[in-house]
C-alpha cells in the first residue's frame, strides 16, 4: 500500500507552529470576548429556551468529558495492570484528560447561567438527583486528574529551579496507582451518570431507556483512545519523528477498533429493540416528529453510525489499513466526530420532541426549535482553541511522550 507523507518540511516547521499558535489565540480572544457577553447579558444571547435549556455547550461539555474520561480510564488501566509497552502513551492519556475536564467545566460554567452557585450541590444535599451525583463526580474526579498531572509539570524545565517540586512530583507519581484506581472508578460512575440523567425520564420517551448508562461508558473509552492517539499522531506529523513506535500506535488503534465495535453492537441493538422490533407509542411518535422536523435520521446513520462507526472500525481493525497513518488519522478523527454527533442527537432529540403532558402542547405536539447562536459559536470555539493551545504548548515544553522515536521517512 502506498504511503502517505504528512510530514513537514524542517524550514517550514517553525512557520507553520507560530501560524497555528496565532490562530488558535484569536479563537480564544473571541471566546473570551463572547464569554464576557454571556456573564454581562446572561443566557439572553444565547438560543436556548425553556423548551429546549440545553444546546451546543452541553454538547461540548458531554463530548469534552466523554473523550476526556476515555483517555484517563486508557491510562488508568495501564498504570493499575503495570502494562509497560502502553505506558508511553498514558501520560498524553492523562493530559488529554485533563484537558478535557477542564474544557467541560468551562462550558458548564456559561451554561449554568449563575456559575457563583456552582458549590450549593456541596452543601445542599439532593441524593435522589442524578446530577448532584454528577456534580461530585466532577468535582473529585478534577481533583484525581490534578493531582496525575502535576508530576508531569513538575519536570519541566520550568520548575527546574525548584527541585523539591520535582521530589514532590515523585512522591505523588509513587500513588499513581491509587490514583488510578479512584479516577478509573470516579470515570465509570460519572460517564455512567450522564447516560443516566436520560435514561431515568420516564417522561420522555425517546430518552427512557436503561441502556444509555453502558452506551455512555462504551462511547467514551472509544473516544477517550481515538482522541489521545489521533493527538499524538499529529504531534508526531507536525514535529518530523514519532512520538510513539508503531508498533505501539497499530496496537493501541485495533483497542479503539474493538471499543467501537462494543459500542456499535449495542448501539445498533438498542435501536432495534426501541424502534425496529418494538413500536412503543412514546418513542414512535417522538421519531416520527424529529424526522418531519430536523435531519436527526441522517445524521444518527450517517455521521453516527456509518462515518463515526462502521467505517472507523473496519480500518483500525483491517492490518493493513491501520498501519496507513492518513487512514488512521481520518479514522481517529471520525470516530470523535462520532461520539460529538452522538451527545448531540441524544440531547437535542428528547428535548426538540416534547412529551405530551407539556404545558401548551396537549392535543398539538409542535416541535421546539433551536439554532446555536453566533456568541455560543465563538464561545465553543474559544473553548477548543484553548484546549489545542494547552495540549500544543504542553507537548512542546512538558514530558508528555518519555521517549521519541525518530520516524522512518
Known sequence: ??????????????????????????????????????????????????????????????????????????????????????QPIARAAVFVGFLGYSSA???????????????????????HSVLWEITWCVILYSI??????????????????????????????KASPIFAGIGL??????????????????????WYKPSLPVMFILSAVAGGIAMTLLLSIVVGKLNNKRVISPQLQYDISRIAGFALLAYLYLKLWDWAATSYYSNSPGTTEALALLQSTTPYTQTFWWIEIILGGIIPAIILLNPRLRKNDLYSIFALGMIVVGVTINRWNVTLSGLVAPPHWSPGVLGNVLAASYLPTWNEIIVSLGIIAYALLAFSFGVKYLPIFGHDEEAAH
Not at 470516579?186 to 455512567?192: G, I, K, Y
Open 1 to 86: 500500500m502506498a504511503k502517505f507523507d504528512l510530514s513537514i518540511p524542517k524550514e517550514g516547521r517553525q512557520r507553520a507552529w507560530w501560524i497555528w499558535i496565532g490562530t488558535l489565540s484569536i479563537f480564544l480572544v473571541i471566546g473570551v470576548i463572547g464569554a464576557v457577553r454571556v456573564f454581562v447579558l446572561g443566557l439572553q444571547v444565547t438560543g436556548l429556551s425553556d423548551q429546549v435549556p440545553w444546546g451546543l455547550w452541553i454538547t461540548q461539555d458531554l463530548s469534552s468529558i466523554a473523550t476526556g474520561a476515555g483517555a484517563f480510564t486508557f491510562s488508568a488501566v495501564v498504570y493499575l495492570f503495570s502494562i509497560k509497552k502502553y
Open 105 to 127: 467545566m468551562i462550558a458548564l460554567a456559561l451554561d449554568i447561567g449563575r456559575p457563583d452557585r456552582f458549590w450549593h450541590p456541596l452543601v445542599y444535599w439532593n441524593v
Open 144 to 173: 484525581v486528574l490534578v493531582l496525575e498531572f502535576l508530576p508531569i509539570i513538575f519536570e519541566g524545565k520550568f520548575f527546574s529551579r525548584w527541585p523539591q517540586l520535582k521530589r514532590y512530583g515523585d512522591l505523588i507519581h
Open 185 to 206: 472508578g470516579l470515570s465509570l460512575l460519572h460517564q455512567s451518570s450522564l447516560g443516566a440523567t436520560y435514561g431515568v425520564l420516564s417522561g420522555r420517551a425517546i
